[in-house]
């Protein structure tokens, strides 16, 4: 494990490590949206990074793409393991926050 965290590099740790703390934030959100103290935390500012995270998971996942298409076989094979996995968060920071921002759009 400690080898395909270095492989992948420091800035995609630090983007999964913030996911998984978007993620985790999820069992605290209230669709009624607290304004003030710490509720402001899990609703709002959580939401918004997390929704920021999407749009920086793709332009990774593009980026990715574009490096794998000159590479050789082995770089192949590491960028599309991140793929894979940028993939995967990006799942599933639509699957799990879709239904609080559909509750509180809405």
């Known amino acids: ?6 492989e992948i590099g420091t800035l995609r740790v630090m983007l999964m490590f913030a996911t998984l ?8 959100t209230d669709t009624n949206v607290r304004m003030d103290g ?5 609703d709002v500012l959580v939401p918004v990074v997390s929704f920021i995270l ?10 990715s793409r574009v490096f794998m298409i000159e590479a050789d076989e082995a770089k192949r094979s590491k960028f599309n393991k991140i793929f894979l996995l940028e ?3 990006i799942i599933s920071l639509l699957v799990l926050w879709s239904p609080y921002f559909t509750a509180v759009l809405s």
Not at 1 to 6: G, T
Not at 38 to 42: N, S, V
């Open 54 to 63: 999407v749009f920086i998971i793709l332009l990774d996942m593009l980026m």
């Open 87 to 89: 993939l995967m968060l």
């Open 21 to 28: 703390l978007s993620l985790s934030a999820i069992p605290f």
């Open 1 to 6: 494990m400690k080898s395909f965290l270095n």
């Open 38 to 42: 710490w509720g402001l935390l899990p």
